[in-house]
């Protein structure tokens, strides 16, 4: 599996852009990014996911790197709804999809 | 996304006793269930992969005889802790595979407090 390195926290400002990075060096060339976040006390909720091109969906944009060993979660403008632990996983498609989740950050929003 | 329930939300039991988390996949057929036990201030573990109507795929580490896990129908797969002890006070959280949308469905998780 390969390794992720998130910062441990972030702050944002409510109504200002939020960019979370994500090394993930020892990926292979074909695990999907994923992104999950989990709201506290929460189970984690689906965010975003890609494999090579950057991608963009109603919660968020995922930024992908040409060597594909870092991304960036795009939160375009975050709200107080947006605190969370934000989780980048790359994971192997094949018969069992599990994620191994690491650390994560932790993403404070003020008002 | 599917929607998936767990039951109970919270639970508090003596040590010793079993416990039984339900997890139930509410509008998706899912074929393979995932289970996790996450700890105060800690990340998720992944504790084992729950296969409708075959045995489950446990993790290195986690003991077989102690969480027993059955998948019997697309819809539902239990985890069942058994002779509790206040280790396994934890929060247990169960993910339904969306296999063509490539995600993972989460339950709210399940708390558990062995006494």
């Known amino acids: 599996d390969a390794k992720t390195t998130q910062p441990n926290s972030m702050e944002s400002n409510e109504e200002e852009p939020v960019h979370l990075p994500c090394n993930h060096s020892t990926i292979s060339g074909t695990d999907y990014i994923h992104w999950y976040r989990q709201l506290p006390s929460q189970g984690p909720e689906y965010v975003i996911h890609g494999l090579t091109s950057n991608v963009n969906n109603r919660m968020a944009s995922l930024a992908i790197a040409e060597d594909r060993k870092s991304s960036t979660l795009i939160l375009h403008r975050a709200t107080l709804r947006d605190a969370a632990v934000y989780y980048c996983i790359p994971q192997e498609r094949g018969a069992t999809n599990k994620l191994i989740f690491g650390t994560g950050t932790l993403l404070a929003v003020q008002p | 996304g599917a929607v998936v329930s767990q039951h109970p939300s919270r639970v508090i039991c003596k040590s010793g006793t079993s416990v039984k988390i339900e997890c139930r996949s509410l509008?998706?057929?899912?074929?393979?269930m995932f289970w996790y036990r996450q700890f105060p201030k800690q990340s998720l573990m992944l504790m084992a992969t729950?296969?409708?109507?075959?045995?489950?795929?446990?993790e290195q580490g986690v003991e077989k005889d102690k969480f027993l896990i059955n998948h019997a129908s697309l819809t539902l797969s239990t985890l069942t802790v058994t002779s509790a002890h206040p280790e396994d006070s934890s929060f247990y959280i169960c993910?339904?595979?969306?296999?063509?949308?490539?995600?993972?469905?989460f339950g709210p998780g399940t708390r558990l407090t062995v006494l």
């Open positions: 729950s296969n409708e109507g075959s045995k489950a795929t446990y």
């Open positions: 993910s339904v595979d969306g296999q063509v949308r490539d995600t993972q469905y």
């Open positions: 509008d998706f057929q899912a074929t393979t």
